[in-house]
């Protein structure tokens, strides 16, 4: 196996990670939407534009988001 062999075998396993990653967030972490607005899929409360600027795939408020990370 020379160098670009091994280059290669590392990019597809961190593309497989990568993908694997991808997949399982995706499932448990599924926007929620209500009347066109995302919002929070703890409280039902709009989650604020601002917020989904800084990280579009929340899907909690503030507050769940800490107490969801606290129970993981
Ligand atoms: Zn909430």
Redesign the pocket.
């Known amino acids: 196996m020379d160098e670009i062999d091994l280059a290669q075998e590392a990019e597809a396993r961190f593309t497989r990670q990568a993908l694997a990653r991808h997949k399982a967030q995706a499932q448990a972490e599924t926007p929620l939407v209500e009347g066109g607005a995302r919002v929070?899929r703890?409280?039902h409360?709009v989650i604020p534009w601002a917020r989904l600027r800084i990280d579009p795939r929340i899907v909690?408020?503030v507050?769940?988001q800490e107490a969801y990370e606290r129970r993981r």
């Open positions: 929070c703890d409280c409360e909690r408020c507050d769940c």
